[in-house]
C-alpha cells in the first residue's frame, strides 16, 4: 500500500522578503501570494506556514514603517479568521445561530413521544429559542421605539404636528448608537458594549464619529497665497505663545441652513428604522419671503497654555442683519455669557484682557479694510479699553485655512438630516397673499430655538459647540446709519448730522479720532487692522490718560513689543533658482524668512517693501516677490491689461470732459438775457457770443462780463452771489481760520434762516443750534 506524503516546504528568508515586498507587506494579499505562488502551500496548512514567517519576521531586516504595516494587517486578518471559524461553526451546527436556534420540521417527523429521549432534547431546545427570541424582540422593540422618538423628520412634522401645533419647540438630540447604548442601559439597569448595540441593530459598514475633517476646495491662484501664508505663520508665533493676556478669536458664518428642507449627506448617515426612513424635501422654488439660518462661528483657539472653545451664534434672517454693526452686537452678547468668562479675563489679574486678536474672513462685513468694520473694533477698541486690536485676513481663497472652519464642518455634520419648518406659528402670509412680518419674525425665532436644540453641545474635537441666539441690534443698527453718514455722505448730509442728531455725530467723531490716532499705518492695511494705544495726554482712550507703562510691554516673554506685526521678508540664505532645494518642486522660488526671525520692526524689515520693481527680467522680479517665474509671467500679462484698459477709460473721461467744457462755451440761446449786464448779446464783441451758466442757480452769462475773453472755463462753475453763499459770511474763507486742520472735510456749518447765508460754527462761537436760528446782521 503506497502513501502519499506531503512534501515539506521551506521557505528561505531572502524569498519571505520577495513576497513580503510584493504583497505590500499586507497579510491578507501575503496569504494569498503564498497559495499561488509556493508551490505546496494551500489553505490547509497556509496557517502553519504563516506562523513560521512570523517567527522569522525579525531577521528579514524590515524597517519600522514595513512593520507597523505588518502589524496592522495582521491583526486585521486574525479578526477576520475568527469570524470565519465562527461561520463554519455554525454551519457545521457546533454553535446555534438565529438562523438554527429553532428546530426544524423534518427534526419531528421521527419523533414518537415528545416527552421522552430525544423528543424531550428537542422541546427543550425549542423552549430556549423562544425564550432567547422574546427577550431580543423586547429589547428590539425598545430601541426601534427609542429611534423612532428622537427621528423628526419632514413626515413627522406634517403628519403628526409633533412640533407645529402644540408649544413644544425643542427637538431631541440626534441618534446615534452611544445614545443608545445609554437609554438601554438606563432602561435595564446593566452594562451593553458598543459592539452589542450595533450587531443589535444589524448594522453594516457603519463609521464612527472622526476627531477631524477633510474638505476639498478648488484654490485660485493667487499672488499674496505665499505672502499671506508666511504672514499667519508669523502671528502664529507672537499670538499662540501664551494667552494669558490675549483673546484669540477665529469668526466665520457657516453655510445658511434652508428652513422647509432637508439637507442629507453620504458622508454623514442618520440612525434610523430600517422600515421607516425619514422622508425628506427638496423645493423646486424659493419663498418670496427670507426663511434661512445662519450661524456666525467663534472659535476660541487653543494655545500652549489654554484649551479651545467653540461658540455659534444663530441668526435668522427675517429678524437679524448680516453687516459689521451684528457682528459687533453678537460678540458683546457672547462675552457676557458666564461659560465664555475665562476668555475674556486675565487669569492672573483676574481684569479683562487688554490684548485681542481677531482672524475673520475677507467678506464684506469682516474684512479689516473696510473703514464701517474698522468703526465697530475701534467702538470695541474704547469701549472695552484694550491697549491692542489686531484684526487680521487670509489672502482670498485662503480663509478655509483658519481653525475655525473645522468647527463649521463639525456644525455641519451635527445638522445633516435635520428639517425645520418656517410655519410653526401658521403661514407667514395673509389672507391677501402679504407677508405678515410680524408672524415671520415669530417663526424665525422658534426655528432657531428648534436649531440649537437639535445641534447645541455637538461634538468638535476635544471640546462641543455652544450654541446662542443672535442678539438684538437694534442700536447697533440706527448707530450704523450715521456711521455710514459720517464715513461715505456728503458734505451737506454730514452737516445735516451734526445738526439733528449732535450727540452720535460727536461719539462717532470721536472713536474716529481714536482710531486715526492709534492706527498702525506701516502695516498693509488689505489684510491687517492694528491699533495701538498712543498713551498721548490729549487722548480720550482710557488706557493713554493712565500715562504710558514703565515697561514695554510685548507679545511674550522676551519677544517682540505689541507695536511690532512680524511682517514677511525673504531669507537671504534661500537659494533662488536652486533645482537642489528640497521644500521646492524643480525651481526653488525662495522662501520667507522663519518667525523666530521676524523680531525687528516692520519699518526694518520691510523699508524696500514700497519700491516700484523694473521689469528688467522675469527671473529678477521673480526673485524679489518670491514667486515662480511664470506665475510672474502671469501675473505680469494681468497687470499690463489692467494698464491699458486704465488709459482707455481715462481717454474717454478727458474725451468726456472737453465736451462738457465746450458745451458751457455754446452759441446765445435765442432770447436768453445776461443776469449781469440785462442785454441779449455782447456789447463788447461783433462775433458770436459765448455763454456760460452757473451750476448752482442755473442763470446764463456772457463770458467776456463775468471772465476774460481768454481765461478757460472750469468744469464747474459758480457766479459770484453762488460764490458767496459757499463762503462763511463771517471769516470769508471756505475753511475756518482756526480750530481745524487743513484738508478737513468734516467741518460744521449753520445757515441764517433769514438771509440764507452760512456760518463756520466756529467762527461764530458755539451756537444753541433749534429749529430757527439768526445771524447778527439779521439779530
Given at each position: 500500500?503506497?502513501?502519499?506524503?506531503?512534501?515539506?516546504?521551506?521557505?528561505?528568508?531572502?524569498?519571505?522578503?520577495?513576497?513580503?515586498v510584493?504583497?505590500?507587506?499586507?497579510?491578507?494579499?501575503?496569504s494569498?501570494?503564498?497559495?499561488?505562488?509556493?508551490?505546496?502551500?494551500?489553505?490547509?496548512?497556509?496557517?502553519?506556514?504563516?506562523?513560521?514567517?512570523?517567527?522569522?519576521?525579525?531577521?528579514?531586516?524590515?524597517?519600522?514603517?514595513?512593520?507597523?504595516?505588518?502589524?496592522?494587517?495582521?491583526?486585521a486578518?486574525?479578526?477576520?479568521?475568527?469570524?470565519?471559524?465562527?461561520?463554519?461553526?455554525?454551519?457545521?451546527?457546533?454553535?446555534?445561530?438565529d438562523?438554527n436556534e429553532?428546530?426544524?420540521?423534518?427534526?419531528?417527523?421521527?419523533?414518537?413521544?415528545?416527552?421522552?429521549?430525544?423528543?424531550?432534547?428537542?422541546?427543550?431546545?425549542?423552549?430556549?429559542?423562544?425564550r432567547?427570541?422574546?427577550?431580543?424582540?423586547?429589547?428590539?422593540?425598545?430601541?426601534?421605539?427609542?429611534?423612532?422618538?428622537?427621528?423628526?423628520?419632514?413626515?413627522?412634522?406634517?403628519?403628526?404636528?409633533?412640533?407645529?401645533?402644540?408649544?413644544?419647540?425643542?427637538?431631541?438630540?440626534?441618534?446615534?448608537?452611544?445614545?443608545?447604548?445609554?437609554?438601554?442601559?438606563?432602561?435595564?439597569?446593566?452594562?451593553?458594549?458598543?459592539?452589542?448595540?450595533?450587531?443589535?441593530?444589524?448594522?453594516r459598514?457603519?463609521k464612527?464619529?472622526?476627531?477631524?475633517?477633510?474638505?476639498?476646495?478648488?484654490?485660485?491662484?493667487?499672488?499674496d497665497?505665499?505672502?499671506?501664508?508666511?504672514?499667519?505663520?508669523?502671528?502664529?508665533?507672537?499670538?499662540?505663545?501664551?494667552?494669558?493676556?490675549?483673546?484669540?478669536?477665529?469668526?466665520?458664518?457657516?453655510?445658511?441652513?434652508?428652513?422647509?428642507?432637508?439637507?442629507?449627506?453620504?458622508?454623514?448617515a442618520?440612525?434610523?428604522?430600517?422600515?421607516?426612513?425619514?422622508?425628506?424635501?427638496?423645493?423646486?422654488?424659493?419663498?418670496?419671503y427670507?426663511?434661512?439660518?445662519?450661524?456666525?462661528?467663534?472659535?476660541?483657539?487653543?494655545?500652549?497654555?489654554?484649551?479651545?472653545?467653540?461658540?455659534?451664534?444663530?441668526?435668522?434672517?427675517?429678524?437679524?442683519?448680516?453687516?459689521?454693526?451684528?457682528?459687533?452686537?453678537?460678540?458683546?452678547?457672547?462675552?457676557?455669557?458666564?461659560?465664555?468668562?475665562?476668555?475674556?479675563?486675565?487669569?492672573?489679574?483676574?481684569?479683562?484682557?487688554?490684548?485681542e486678536?481677531?482672524?475673520?474672513?475677507?467678506?464684506g462685513?469682516?474684512?479689516?479694510?473696510?473703514?464701517?468694520?474698522?468703526?465697530?473694533?475701534a467702538?470695541?477698541?474704547?469701549?472695552?479699553p484694550?491697549?491692542?486690536?489686531?484684526?487680521?485676513?487670509?489672502?482670498?481663497?485662503?480663509?478655509?485655512?483658519?481653525?475655525?472652519?473645522?468647527?463649521?464642518?463639525?456644525?455641519v455634520?451635527?445638522?445633516t438630516?435635520?428639517?425645520?419648518?418656517?410655519?410653526?406659528?401658521?403661514m407667514?402670509c395673509?389672507?391677501?397673499?402679504?407677508?405678515?412680518?410680524?408672524?415671520?419674525?415669530?417663526?424665525?425665532?422658534?426655528?432657531?430655538?428648534?436649531?440649537?436644540?437639535?445641534?447645541d453641545?455637538?461634538?468638535?474635537?476635544?471640546?462641543?459647540?455652544?450654541?446662542?441666539k443672535g442678539?438684538?441690534?437694534?442700536?447697533?443698527?440706527?448707530?450704523?446709519?450715521?456711521?455710514?453718514?459720517?464715513?461715505?455722505?456728503?458734505?451737506?448730509?454730514?452737516?445735516?448730522?451734526?445738526?439733528?442728531?449732535?450727540?452720535?455725530?460727536?461719539?462717532?467723531?470721536?472713536?474716529?479720532?481714536?482710531r486715526?490716532?492709534?492706527?498702525?499705518?506701516s502695516?498693509?492695511?488689505?489684510?491687517?487692522?492694528?491699533?495701538?494705544?498712543?498713551?498721548q495726554?490729549n487722548?480720550?482712550?482710557?488706557?493713554?490718560?493712565?500715562?504710558?507703562?514703565?515697561?514695554?510691554?510685548?507679545?511674550?516673554?522676551?519677544?517682540?513689543?505689541?507695536?511690532?506685526?512680524?511682517?514677511p521678508?525673504?531669507?537671504?540664505?534661500?537659494?533662488?533658482?536652486?533645482?537642489?532645494?528640497?521644500?521646492?518642486?524643480?525651481?526653488?522660488?525662495?522662501?520667507?524668512?522663519?518667525?523666530?526671525?521676524?523680531?525687528?520692526?516692520?519699518?526694518?524689515?520691510?523699508?524696500?517693501?514700497?519700491?516700484?520693481?523694473?521689469?528688467?527680467?522675469?527671473?529678477?522680479?521673480?526673485?524679489k516677490?518670491?514667486?515662480?517665474?511664470?506665475?510672474?509671467?502671469?501675473?505680469?500679462?494681468h497687470?499690463?491689461?489692467?494698464?491699458?484698459h486704465?488709459?482707455?477709460?481715462?481717454?474717454?473721461?478727458?474725451?468726456?470732459?472737453?465736451?462738457?467744457?465746450?458745451?458751457?462755451?455754446?452759441?446765445?440761446?435765442?432770447?436768453?438775457?445776461?443776469?449781469?449786464?440785462?442785454?441779449?448779446?455782447?456789447?463788447?464783441?461783433?462775433?458770436?457770443?459765448?455763454?456760460?451758466?452757473?451750476?448752482?442757480?442755473?442763470?446764463m452769462?456772457?463770458?467776456?462780463?463775468?471772465?476774460?475773453?481768454?481765461?478757460?472755463?472750469?468744469?464747474?462753475?459758480?457766479?459770484?452771489?453762488?460764490w458767496?453763499?459757499?463762503?462763511?459770511?463771517?471769516?470769508f474763507?471756505?475753511?475756518?481760520?482756526?480750530?481745524?486742520d487743513?484738508?478737513?472735510?468734516?467741518?460744521?456749518?449753520?445757515?441764517?434762516?433769514?438771509?440764507?447765508?452760512?456760518?463756520?460754527?466756529?467762527?461764530?462761537g458755539?451756537?444753541?443750534?433749534?429749529?430757527?436760528?439768526?445771524?447778527?446782521?439779521c439779530?
Amino acid at each position: 500500500m503506497e502513501v502519499e506524503h506531503t512534501p515539506k516546504v521551506e521557505i528561505k528568508h531572502q524569498f519571505s522578503k520577495e513576497l513580503l515586498v510584493k504583497s505590500q507587506f499586507n497579510w491578507f494579499a501575503l496569504s494569498e501570494l503564498l497559495i499561488t505562488d509556493v508551490v505546496g502551500v494551500n489553505k490547509n496548512n497556509l496557517k502553519k506556514h504563516l506562523s513560521g514567517l512570523l517567527q522569522n519576521i525579525g531577521e528579514l531586516g524590515l524597517n519600522e514603517r514595513e512593520l507597523y504595516l505588518i502589524t496592522q494587517s495582521k491583526d486585521a486578518y486574525d479578526k477576520q479568521e475568527k469570524v470565519n471559524e465562527k461561520v463554519m461553526e455554525i454551519a457545521e451546527g457546533s454553535i446555534l445561530s438565529d438562523d438554527n436556534e429553532s428546530t426544524q420540521p423534518v427534526d419531528w417527523c421521527n419523533i414518537t413521544d415528545p416527552l421522552c429521549g430525544e423528543g424531550k432534547e428537542l422541546l427543550a431546545k425549542k423552549i430556549k429559542s423562544i425564550r432567547r427570541k422574546k427577550k431580543r424582540d423586547l429589547k428590539r422593540k425598545e430601541i426601534e421605539k427609542f429611534v423612532e422618538e428622537l427621528g423628526v423628520g419632514a413626515d413627522a412634522w406634517r403628519r403628526t404636528g409633533v412640533l407645529t401645533f402644540d408649544d413644544n419647540r425643542k427637538v431631541n438630540k440626534k441618534v446615534t448608537f452611544n445614545r443608545i447604548k445609554e437609554h438601554v442601559e438606563v432602561k435595564y439597569g446593566g452594562k451593553f458594549s458598543y459592539g452589542s448595540i450595533v450587531q443589535l441593530c444589524v448594522a453594516r459598514n457603519y463609521k464612527g464619529i472622526a476627531k477631524i475633517t477633510c474638505r476639498r476646495f478648488d484654490l485660485k491662484f493667487n499672488p499674496d497665497s505665499h505672502w499671506s501664508s508666511a504672514l499667519y505663520r508669523g502671528l502664529n508665533h507672537i499670538q499662540y505663545s501664551t494667552t494669558t493676556d490675549k483673546i484669540i478669536l477665529n469668526r466665520d458664518d457657516l453655510s445658511v441652513f434652508r428652513l422647509d428642507s432637508m439637507a442629507t449627506s453620504n458622508k454623514c448617515a442618520s440612525v434610523c428604522l430600517k422600515d421607516k426612513v425619514p422622508l425628506a424635501t427638496k423645493s423646486d422654488y424659493q419663498q418670496k419671503y427670507p426663511c434661512t439660518l445662519q450661524t456666525t462661528s467663534y472659535n476660541f483657539t487653543a494655545s500652549h497654555d489654554e484649551g479651545e472653545l467653540c461658540v455659534g451664534v444663530v441668526k435668522g434672517a427675517a429678524i437679524h442683519n448680516k453687516n459689521a454693526a451684528q457682528h459687533a452686537a453678537d460678540l458683546k452678547m457672547v462675552e457676557s455669557q458666564d461659560m465664555l468668562q475665562a476668555k475674556f479675563t486675565n487669569r492672573v489679574t483676574s481684569k479683562p484682557k487688554d490684548i485681542e486678536c481677531i482672524r475673520v474672513d475677507s467678506g464684506g462685513d469682516e474684512a479689516p479694510c473696510f473703514e464701517e468694520v474698522q468703526f465697530w473694533w475701534a467702538k470695541r477698541h474704547l469701549e472695552r479699553p484694550t491697549r491692542v486690536q489686531l484684526v487680521t485676513s487670509r489672502h482670498s481663497g485662503g480663509s478655509n485655512l483658519n481653525r475655525v472652519e473645522l468647527q463649521n464642518g463639525y456644525e455641519v455634520k451635527a445638522r445633516t438630516n435635520l428639517f425645520i419648518p418656517s410655519t410653526l406659528n401658521g403661514m407667514n402670509c395673509d389672507q391677501s397673499g402679504k407677508i405678515d412680518n410680524d408672524r415671520l419674525r415669530k417663526n424665525t425665532s422658534d426655528a432657531i430655538d428648534v436649531y440649537i436644540s437639535r445641534v447645541d453641545q455637538a461634538p468638535c474635537g476635544e471640546t462641543v459647540i455652544n450654541l446662542f441666539k443672535g442678539a438684538d441690534s437694534q442700536s447697533y443698527q440706527s448707530l450704523s446709519g450715521h456711521v455710514r453718514t459720517f464715513l461715505n455722505g456728503s458734505k451737506k448730509e454730514k452737516v445735516a448730522l451734526a445738526l439733528e442728531h449732535p450727540e452720535e455725530y460727536k461719539q462717532i467723531k470721536m472713536i474716529w479720532d481714536i482710531r486715526n490716532a492709534h492706527l498702525n499705518t506701516s502695516v498693509p492695511t488689505r489684510y491687517i487692522f492694528h491699533l495701538v494705544c498712543c498713551y498721548q495726554k490729549n487722548c480720550l482712550h482710557p488706557i493713554c490718560k493712565d500715562g504710558k507703562p514703565d515697561h514695554n510691554i510685548c507679545w511674550y516673554d522676551g519677544g517682540p513689543t505689541i507695536e511690532t506685526i512680524p511682517l514677511p521678508a525673504a531669507d537671504p540664505d534661500s537659494p533662488f533658482g536652486s533645482t537642489t532645494c528640497n521644500a521646492c518642486d524643480k525651481i526653488c522660488s525662495d522662501h520667507y524668512l522663519p518667525p523666530e526671525s521676524l523680531v525687528k520692526s516692520p519699518e526694518e524689515i520691510n523699508k524696500n517693501s514700497e519700491k516700484i520693481f523694473e521689469e528688467k527680467s522675469c527671473q529678477e522680479l521673480a526673485k524679489k516677490v518670491l514667486l515662480k517665474p511664470s506665475e510672474v509671467l502671469c501675473w505680469l500679462e494681468h497687470l499690463r491689461s489692467v494698464k491699458e484698459h486704465r488709459k482707455e477709460g481715462a481717454r474717454k473721461a478727458a474725451e468726456t470732459q472737453r465736451q462738457k467744457r465746450r458745451d458751457k462755451e455754446t452759441v446765445r440761446p435765442r432770447n436768453q438775457v445776461c443776469a449781469k449786464c440785462q442785454q441779449e448779446s455782447d456789447r463788447e464783441s461783433a462775433t458770436a457770443t459765448l455763454w456760460i451758466f452757473c451750476d448752482e442757480c442755473k442763470k446764463m452769462f456772457h463770458k467776456s462780463c463775468v471772465s476774460d475773453a481768454s481765461t478757460d472755463i472750469e468744469e464747474i462753475w459758480y457766479c459770484n452771489a453762488c460764490w458767496q453763499k459757499s463762503i462763511c459770511q463771517a471769516c470769508f474763507q471756505a475753511a475756518p481760520l482756526e480750530g481745524t486742520d487743513e484738508g478737513d472735510e468734516d467741518i460744521p456749518w449753520v445757515a441764517c434762516d433769514n438771509c440764507q447765508n452760512w456760518y463756520h460754527i466756529a467762527c461764530v462761537g458755539p451756537v444753541n443750534v433749534s429749529k430757527k436760528w439768526l445771524c447778527t446782521t439779521c439779530t
